[in-house]
Each structure stands twice: as C-alpha cells, then as structure tokens.
C-alpha cells in the first residue's frame, strides 16, 4: 500500500497505491473537491488531464446533507457520480461539527447538530460517518473525531483526546464490518486515524502512541492551523511525528500554504490537503514562483505577460495578467474558473519538484531556496 523508497533527513519520498487510480507520488497534494467539485468550474477531466492532480478530497459532512451519501451509493458510488477515477479521500465530518460550535452537542454516543442548510437535528458518530464514507465508496475514510479550538483548555483537551481514541476504536470495528458486507461499493476502502491534543505535546504523544496501536492504514494529525501560531504548528508536528509508524503514510491536514508544505516535508509529512488555493484564486490572490500576487492590483492592467513566467500551466501559456485582471473587473466566472487552475497546478507542480528535489537528494537546498520567498508578496 505505502512505501518509502527515498529519505533525506526526516523528509520522506514515497509511493502509494489503493483502490482506485495508479501509483501515487508521494509527499502529495490532495486537491479539495468538499462537495464532489472543486469550487471555481473545474472538473474531474481537468484535474486529471490538466493539473496534475492525483487525489481528490471531499466531505463527508456536505456529501451527507446533500445530495445524500443513499443518493451517490444508489448511482454507483463517489468516483462514478463525478467522473473521476483516481484516488478519493473523505474526511470524517468531525471539522465541521467542529466549526458549528454554537449549534452542537457532543456525547460519548457522538454528535448532535443542526445543519447549516435548513436546521434540521441531525446525529452522527463513529459507526454514522464510517456508514456514510462507506456509501461513498471513498479510497481512504477518515476516522470521526472531535477537533478542538486553539488554545483550549488542557483538561478539555484531555477529555477530549481519550474521547477521540474510543471513537477510533468504533471507528475501526465499524469499517471492517461494512467492508466486510456483499454490496459494499468499496470493499477496499481504507481507514486513516487521526491524532489530537490541541497545542500540547505531551497530549499528542500520548493519543498518538495510543492510536498507532490500532491497526488503521495511514495516520493523519489533526486540529492544526486553526487559529495557533506557525511555529506553535511545527513545534506540535516535531513533536508527533516520532511516534507514527514509519511504514505508513502521515497527513497533515488542512495545511497549508506552500511554505508550511515545504516545512511540513522537512517534518515527515507524506499527504497535504488545504482549501487555500482555490479559495485564494476566487478573490484573484495567486501563488508564484516568485511569491503570492494579486492580479486585481492595477499594475497588472497593461501587464500583457504570462502570470509566473516560470509557468507553465494552462493559463499561463495561454493567457496574459492583463486579461485575467479585466475578468475579474468585469465579474466574468471565467476568470474565477482560470485563477483556480493556476492555483490548484502550481500545489500540484510544488509538490512535484519537492519530489523531484528528494529524488535528487537536494531537498535541503529547495526547502532553503522556496520556503521564505513562497510566503513573500511580489
């Protein structure tokens, strides 16, 4: 399933495989999909065929209230309903229970919530989100947990955590009993726990010392860069990342900019997913060689180069800085749609050329060169 075949420090160069889709090159963007699509008119052909893109994310959560996780199961399952045969990953939910604080309940039996839709009750646990991660047919489920806000406090975090781990536990017993079922859509579908403890390491250690005693198929850490500091985020990562098992893959999730990528790397992170380079794009903010931009900037305006003329995407080869800027003056979709394209192939291309620099045993020298001047404004 996982395999590290190169290592330069902590930072690793793998391959993955699962159900779905060739080998994947691992460290690995996952693009954002939350709802089956990427936000900004991209398609599962142009993730394919045009950026680069090996795995895709969607929620779990969304999926769930809508169209119905029933609905996408009656029609074949997640990779039939959009069109996209390569690895899915499916989050838990457990974030955006998490983000509708004011509007929740936690138990030991799980979560009871009203949806951001119309405010009906809605339940759900460990045994619920594995059900309907199943129906999904998703490639990696991810293990429901409670993600809590930085700082919180430590006895909360405590509780927390153990809750966390018993949830893993059902989570598990769960899964292998619905990828055990004759109508499954996905009966190779794989369980990723996930590791909390908010800001304090000697939590983190013990629930991932706890949890890595479960038999699940990758680990991820979770309830970072949620409102904590950068570095507090590394420190925690540092601090974690002695204990995952070395023989299977490590996700940070919701993380992050391309210099917490790169940081990420140097710290043994294998898998990355963040919403930041769509979401950026739809507001004309892009990410280049050089440093992030704004092409809304009035500079741009007789701008008849390419966005990065270290480029070369779609957009890039085709269109000019001028242009892009006038489609967001004008409110033309278009020019969304193509700002998300660069984004979302420029996080691919990175994480590329990381493995590329690990291949090339010159990670160092990439992380030394990019890490500051990917976070720097042109």
């Known amino acids: 399933m996982f395999k590290v075949i190169k290592q330069q420090g902590r930072a690793r160069r793998g391959q993955f495989q699962c159900a779905?889709?060739?080998?994947?090159?691992?460290?690995?963007?996952?693009?954002?999909?939350?709802?089956?699509a990427i936000k900004g008119g991209i398609d599962a052909f142009d993730l394919k065929e045009q950026l680069g893109c090996q795995?895709?994310?969607?929620?779990?959560?969304?999926?769930?209230?809508?169209?119905?996780?029933?609905?996408?199961?009656?029609l074949g399952g997640l990779h039939k309903f959009m069109g996209w045969d390569g690895p899915i990953l499916t989050d838990s939910g457990g974030f955006q229970v998490f983000s509708l604080a004011s509007l929740r309940k936690i138990q030991e039996e799980g979560v009871t919530f009203a949806s951001h839709l119309d405010g009906h009750r809605i339940f759900m646990g460990p045994e619920e989100s594995m059900r309907i991660q199943s129906h999904l047919g998703s490639d990696i489920a991810m293990a429901f947990d409670e993600c809590v806000e930085n700082p919180a406090p430590y006895a909360y975090a405590k509780a927390s955590c153990e809750r966390t781990l018993r949830w893993l536990q059902r989570c598990k017993a769960e899964h292998d009993r619905l990828n055990s079922l004759p109508d499954t859509v996905n009966p190779k579908q794989m369980l990723f726990g996930i590791n909390q403890g908010a800001t304090y390491a000697d939590l983190r250690i013990w629930h991932m010392q706890q949890i890595a005693k479960i038999d699940c198929d990758g680990f991820a850490i979770g309830g970072l860069a949620v409102g904590e500091p950068t570095e507090v985020m590394y420190e925690i990562i540092d601090a974690v990342e002695p204990y995952m098992p070395a023989d299977k893959p490590r996700y940070l999730m919701g993380v992050g900019t391309p210099s917490n990528i790169i940081e990420g790397v140097a710290r043994g992170v294998d898998f990355f997913d963040c919403v930041m380079p769509a979401r950026n794009a739809r507001h004309g903010k892009l990410f280049t060689w050089q440093g992030t931009m704004n092409i809304k900037n009035a500079q741009y305006k007789l701008d008849d180069g390419p966005v990065d003329p270290q480029c070369d995407c779609p957009v890039c080869r085709k269109f000019s800085r001028a242009y892009l800027r006038h489609l967001f003056t004008a409110q033309e979709m278009l020019g969304m749609r193509l700002a998300v394209m660069h984004n979302l192939y420029f996080y691919n291309r990175l994480t590329q050329r990381i493995r590329e620099a690990l291949d090339a045993g010159e990670f160092d020298a990439f992380r030394r060169e990019y890490s500051r001047k990917l976070a720097e404004k042109v």
């Open 55 to 74: 795995i895709e994310l969607s929620n779990t959560y969304h999926l769930h209230l809508r169209p119905g996780d029933d609905v996408i199961k009656s």
């Open 20 to 36: 779905h889709g060739g080998v994947v090159q691992t460290p690995v963007f996952m693009n954002v999909g939350t709802q089956a």
